[in-house]
């Protein structure tokens, strides 16, 4: 199984902040995955990204692929305290087995 | 959209006993279902595929014996915690991936329960 590392950990920032999360692998992925998960529910899907090099917006967040399929990030322009909670990077091996991160705790402060 | 329903969504059970989770997908057929782990403020960990008609596939460390799965038809999936103790206490939930439409693609869509919590006395 491949091994997806996500940072950072935890992030607590003020309303209005920008903020980057980031996910990375040494192996290689057929997509890649975002989710955001509230206390007591399961993952809700963001997005996925596929192509290397892929970027896609969704309001203020902004998800991006890297070249080689590795790695990727999300960032979040002017944060809210609606988008705390914890979010979770997935990468989709070939064996169509879905690998998650650590997940960063994200605690936005108005 | 696709929809998975997970029951219970929360169950408190004494040590020994056994507990049984149901997984479901309601609006699509769900050949293969995933079946995690969540310890609290941290990630998903992968127990084991589910495969309708055929063995479950365990991650390293899991169980079989444990953790009993069940995939009997195209919409349901069962994950049995055997012989529970406190440290089974946890978060589990499930997934199912959505085949029509995409059938054999990897990044098909996957859909996600809401999750059962599960407290062993």
């Known amino acids: 199984t491949q091994l997806l590392e996500q940072s950072p950990q935890f992030l607590s920032i003020q309303e209005g902040e920008n903020l980057t999360v980031y996910c990375n692998s040494s192996?290689?992925?057929?997509?890649l995955q975002w989710y955001r998960q509230e206390p007591g529910e399961g993952p809700v899907l963001l997005v996925t990204v596929v192509t290397g090099g892929e970027v896609k917006k969704l309001k203020r967040l902004t998800f991006q692929f890297g070249d080689a399929r590795k790695d990727s990030s999300l960032h979040i322009t002017a944060a809210q305290p609606g988008d705390t909670g914890l979010y979770l990077c997935?990468?989709?091996?070939?064996?169509?087995?879905?690998?998650f991160g650590a997940g960063t705790i994200l605690r936005v402060k108005s | 959209g696709a929809v998975v329903s997970q029951h219970p969504s929360w169950v408190i059970c004494k040590s020994g006993t056994s507990v049984k989770i149901e997984c479901r997908s309601l609006d699509f057929q769900a050949t293969t279902m995933f079946w995690y782990r969540q310890f609290p403020k941290q990630s998903l960990m992968l127990m084991a595929t589910?495969?309708?008609?055929?063995?479950?596939?365990?991650e390293q460390g899991v169980e079989k014996d444990k953790f009993l799965i069940n995939h009997a038809s195209l919409t349901l999936s069962t994950l049995t915690v055997t012989s529970a103790h406190p440290e089974d206490s946890s978060f589990y939930i499930c997934s199912a991936r959505d085949t029509e439409g995409q059938m054999g693609s990897y990044n098909s869509p996957l859909h996600f329960g809401n999750g059962t919590r599960l407290t062993v006395t």
């Open positions: 192996s290689v992925f057929s997509s």
């Open positions: 589910s495969n309708e008609g055929s063995k479950a596939t365990y």
């Open positions: 997935a990468g989709r091996e070939y064996g169509n087995k879905l690998v």
